[in-house]
């Protein structure tokens, strides 16, 4: 049993435990989510799960398609702006402890990153999208700096990249039914920060590494 | 061996009233069952071979070919065990994959999207519902007719003209090999089988208050997929072993004509082996497996070239690296139509 994220009252915590796997069969039926696990093994350790982002339902199906012990510990940052909006919404939200970001009010001691960090602490892992928001295109944009501070001030973190792909046509940008296509989720090898790297660079070598995913 | 074939009995001795699977349909599946176990065990023996005496890639395909097989063979039996409408369900369920993979594989816009939701929605299911209620009138023209109508209209309404008859045609083409054709594979046990004249039900036997005892249309639905997949299996052989002339080398470089020909004759000669098990009489159940055959070696042939056209192997491969349910029914798809309509013509109360 996991306590609920971010302090809702207890009560809830068992139905959450019992409505998680469901929404992770869900999510998995629906995506005809293939997984390959490429040069990676699944591991329990502290990992965060860096993807291109295409539709809504990306954080919910990469978080399903992991392993059920490992999913438990992972937790995907996700819009407090969309993800609190409506009941249902907030109710999923805290189904898959993901941790709510507000992108409007950045405070100086209440930064993304700093969210981040004291929320995962020693056990949980992290699902970012370091796109931003959703490509409406082809290519990837470019990676947000996130992910480097993220890196930098924990660098015990492993840095796992993933390619989603097909997802977007399951449920495009501005739709609200899904269409049950097959989907395909590739998890690579992990990359660390390296001494010395700068920013830009650093950016541009995780952003290679997911793209690098889709043509194995 | 001995006990396989106890076995065997036992399951052709099993009492018709109960079930609805009469004695000759547990013949055949009993004989089916045999095969498939030589077979697995044949593909186990090949694995353990070195690699001189065995093409490990030919094996891995037999092994594969053989799993597929069991699933079949095991759905089949669920489906025949439960009834028409758990038949028309499962069948539903392997045109739902089935379509699923092949949109997947045909890159569709933006503009599609709210096409796409009503053909996996509504008229994937829709097909089966009409076909569970047994309305041939309506499930013939359901898709062929209204779906393939509502289509462009529906893609045309969404606003984009960009490559519009081509993102058409791959929808109806979709809707129309994976989910019409096939939902006439079930359909088969719907049909009032008789022995050619309207009047004379297939009749195979008495009981005991000397009542008559009708031959079961799940031996025929039976007997439709057994020809099918053995029809795959003759035309690979005899393209193997006497192939020289290449059909189209650009769509399937295995197709000979050799393979063609030869195929075709084993299956009608099969087929007339295994009339028993219909209510076709000889001479019938040999041009019926006919037709299927070319029906068959149609369908890999149209599959294939879909998949050259859009640079693949298999279906699977885009998903999970081996062979996709598409792959193993494409044959099926095709010949599902045919079968249907000749025994209904000719073998059925209208």
Not at chain 1, 1 to 12: E, F, N, Q, R, V
Not at chain 1, 38 to 63: G, I, K, M
Not at chain 1, 67 to 80: D, F, M, Q, S, Y
Not at chain 1, 89 to 98: N, V, W
Request: net charge positive.
């Amino acid at each position: 049993m996991l306590p609920a994220p971010d302090g809702s009252p207890g009560h809830l915590a068992w139905s959450m435990n019992l409505t998680a796997p469901f929404l992770a069969a869900i999510a998995k039926l629906l995506s005809g989510a293939t997984v390959r696990w490429h040069e990676c093994q699944p591991d329990t350790c502290q990992r965060v799960y860096f993807a291109n982002h295409t539709s809504h339902l990306d954080a919910l199906v990469l978080w399903a398609s992991l392993p059920g012990e490992i999913r438990n510990l992972t937790r995907p940052v996700a819009a407090k702006d969309y993800w609190s909006k409506t009941r249902l919404r907030r109710y999923m939200a805290q189904c898959f402890h993901a941790i709510l970001i507000d992108r409007e009010e950045i405070k100086v001691h209440q930064s993304p990153v700093d969210v981040m960090i004291r929320e995962i602490g020693k056990t949980y892992s992290l699902i970012v999208f370091p796109e931003g928001r959703r490509n409406p295109g082809e290519e990837m944009e470019e990676f947000k700096s996130g992910l480097y501070y993220l890196s930098k001030k924990r660098p015990d973190l492993e840095l796992v990249p993933v390619y989603i792909d097909n997802l977007n046509r399951v449920l495009p940008r501005g739709e609200f039914l899904p269409v049950p296509l097959l989907s395909c989720i590739t998890i690579g090898p992990p990359i660390w920060l390296e001494p010395n790297e700068s920013k830009a660079e650093f950016l541009k070598r995780a952003r290679e590494a997911v793209r690098r995913l889709k043509d194995v | 061996m001995p006990s396989v074939w106890i076995a065997c009995l036992t399951l052709a001795q099993l009492p018709s009233t109960s079930t609805r699977l009469d004695a000759r349909t547990n013949i055949l599946l009993g004989s089916v069952l045999v095969l498939l176990g030589v077979a697995y065990f044949v593909g186990r023996a090949l694995r353990r071979q070195p690699e001189s005496t065995a093409n490990p890639a030919v094996v891995r395909t037999f092994n594969l070919r053989v799993r597929a097989w069991w699933m079949m063979f095991a759905i089949l039996i669920a489906g025949l065990l439960m009834g028409y409408v758990a038949t028309v369900v499962l069948f539903g369920l392997i045109s739902f994959w089935a379509l699923r993979e092949f949109i997947t594989m045909t890159p569709t816009r933006r503009g599609d999207h709210r096409t796409l939701f009503w053909t996996f929605v509504v008229f994937t299911p829709l097909q089966y519902v009409l076909v569970g209620l047994r309305e041939y009138g309506l499930y013939t023209v359901m898709i062929p007719v209204y779906a393939s109508l509502f289509i462009p209209a529906r893609i045309a309404i969404a606003g984009d003209p960009k490559r519009f008859l081509e993102r058409v045609a791959k929808i109806q083409a979709g809707l129309l090999i994976c989910v019409y054709c096939l939902s006439h594979a079930p359909a088969i046990l719907s049909l009032e089988l008789t022995t050619g004249s309207p009047e004379a039900r297939w009749i195979i036997g008495q009981d005991a208050q000397r009542q008559p005892i009708y031959g079961s249309n799940a031996s025929v639905l039976f007997f439709f997929v057994l020809i099918v997949q053995l029809n795959d299996v003759f035309q690979y052989l005899w393209s193997q072993l006497l192939g020289k002339r290449i059909i189209a080398p650009q769509i399937n470089a295995s197709r000979t004509w050799e393979g063609l020909i030869g195929g075709t004759l084993s299956t009608m000669l099969l087929g007339m082996l295994l009339s028993w098990a219909t209510p076709f009489g000889m001479f019938w159940a040999g041009l019926i497996s006919g037709a299927v055959a070319l029906a068959g070696f149609a369908g890999s042939m149209t599959m294939s070239g879909i998949k050259r056209d859009r640079g693949v192997k298999d279906y699977g491969t885009l998903v999970s690296g081996h062979a996709g349910v598409l792959d193993r029914i494409d044959s099926l798809c095709f010949a599902a139509p045919v079968f249907f309509h000749l025994t209904r013509f000719f073998f059925s109360k209208l």
